[in-house]
């Protein structure tokens, strides 16, 4: 399938091809044509699937379609849910209308209100904002949405997570009655389908695989270590492998990209590793909700998320479009149920690495070595590799091969999980990484 055969004009295509893209993600293939039409649309798909482009490709489109000579007004508004994605966002916009006359902006706060004032008394056709500074623009009336004919709502479940419902609504009630909706979360909890009643109207569903059904590439592994130790084991994980290019995320905003930091320093931090002059980058988050990195090698949860699916988003940062990645959970034994519910969450077990060196907490590990017939029905594809307790080099043949999914019949609903050692096959990845500093 290509890009013209979904209804895109040749100035779109020619961007496209120009961007390198020769086919389709499920998701543009199937919102595009739906967009094209002017329907609504409900898109269950998250940060890597190729979602911007499914809405933006069509936006321009529709927009170019019925060109408006002159001034203009801002006639798309996307709204998202950090500075970051809505950069990101309007450099997609750009870049994907770069051979059409349609101009965007980027609107968010944190940054000086002026300029951005200035800015809104030129032509605006297509504006990103986060709601808000938006909402800040709208109570100035310095911003006039009343000819706004397409809204995007782009990781709405974030937006809702963030408390920025009422911001939408104030947003939404100033809007023209008649336009286009388009909605993106890669959850569809009450509340977002909620918010979908009020907002579409007959919309399209569209719903790609989550991450955690598709994720094969990416090697996911736990690395149990004592609360105190993780500071030591991340540096320790970092220097012995020659990590580049580190996302890591913590519960508590340590470093470099959060919300309190001016957005100055989180643009310059982010431009610094995505060049990899910086090696490692901390985020919580929210803050790295939307952060566009291909091919991001090394994803390390410091600690585990409160709420499983947030793992999935995290590790969604990495193994992306075709290339493998590394996800890696420094694990305590406070964290032992949320490693539970989140392997419940992507049904499988994540592969035990125990660093030498780093002397677990007794209780992490308390659980009996079981050998293959102890393990129930899961048993049968996970029987290898057994007892590793150590990441002393293996044997060939103990690790995973291929990537294929270990899930072999799942273990028996409630069945004990052990964290610690003996749960399963070696990632294929961890074996050269602890033979391989010699090689
Ligand atoms: P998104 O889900 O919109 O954040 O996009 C994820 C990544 O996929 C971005 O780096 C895009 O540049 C890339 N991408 C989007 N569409 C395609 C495509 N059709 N082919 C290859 N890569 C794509």
């Not at 913590?250 to 990899?276: C, D, V, W, Y």
């Not at 990495?318 to 519910?341: I, M, P, Q, W």
């Not at 003996?422 to 050269?432: N, T």
């Amino acid at each position: 399938m290509s890009f013209a055969s979904l209804g895109l004009s040749a100035e779109i295509v020619r961007a496209v091809t120009e961007r390198g893209y020769t086919e389709p993600t499920p998701i543009q293939a199937q919102a595009i044509p739906v967009i094209l039409k002017g329907g609504d649309l409900m898109g269950g798909a998250q940060t890597g699937t190729g979602k911007t482009a499914g809405f933006t490709l069509p936006l321009l489109q529709r927009l170019a379609d019925k060109q408006i000579i002159g001034k203009g007004h801002i006639r798309a508004l996307v709204l998202t849910p950090t500075r970051e994605l809505a950069a990101q966002v309007e450099e997609s916009v750009r870049m994907y209308g770069k051979h059409l006359p349609l101009k965007s902006m980027m609107m968010f706060g944190g940054v000086n209100i002026n300029p951005q004032i200035k800015q809104l008394h030129g032509r605006v056709d297509i504006l990103v904002a986060t709601p808000g500074r938006l909402l800040d623009h709208l109570q100035q009336k310095t911003v006039d949405l009343s000819h706004v004919e397409i809204l995007v709502l782009d990781e709405a479940d974030r937006m809702l997570d963030m408390g920025f419902i009422r911001d939408i609504k104030r947003v939404i009630a100033v809007l023209p009655k008649k336009r286009q909706n388009l909605l993106f979360s890669a959850t569809f909890s009450d509340e977002i389908k909620l918010l979908a009643d009020g907002l579409l109207t007959n919309p399209a569903l569209i719903e790609v695989a989550r991450r955690n059904q598709t994720a094969e590439l990416i090697e996911q592994r736990v690395y149990p270590v004592d609360r105190e130790r993780k500071r030591d084991l991340l540096t320790h994980l970092i220097t012995e492998n020659n990590w580049f290019q580190v996302l890591v995320f913590t519960r508590i905003p340590a470093m470099a990209i959060h919300g309190n930091k001016s957005q100055a320093a989180r643009t310059r931090a982010l431009a610094e590793f995505k060049t990899a002059k910086l090696q490692v980058l901390v985020a919580t988050d929210i803050a790295a909700r939307g952060i566009d990195i291909s091919e991001l090698p090394h994803v390390v949860n410091y600690e585990l998320p409160n709420v499983a699916e947030d793992y999935v988003h995290r590790i969604g940062r990495t193994g992306r479009a075709g290339s493998s990645g590394e996800a890696s959970s420094l694990v305590c034994v406070d964290e032992k149920k949320l490693l539970n519910d989140i392997e419940r969450l992507i049904k499988r077990d994540i592969p035990v690495v125990n660093v030498p060196g780093f002397d677990v907490d007794p209780r992490i590990k308390a659980e009996p070595i079981l050998n293959g017939s102890n393990r129930g029905q899961g048993g049968g594809g996970r029987g290898q590799g057994q007892g590793r307790s150590q990441s002393a080099p293996r044997a060939g043949g103990a690790g995973r091969t291929g990537g294929a999914p270990r899930t072999g019949g799942g273990k028996p609903a409630g069945a004990p999980k052990p964290a610690g050692a003996g749960r399963g096959p070696v990632p294929s990845g961890a074996q050269h990484r602890s033979g391989g500093r010699g090689r």
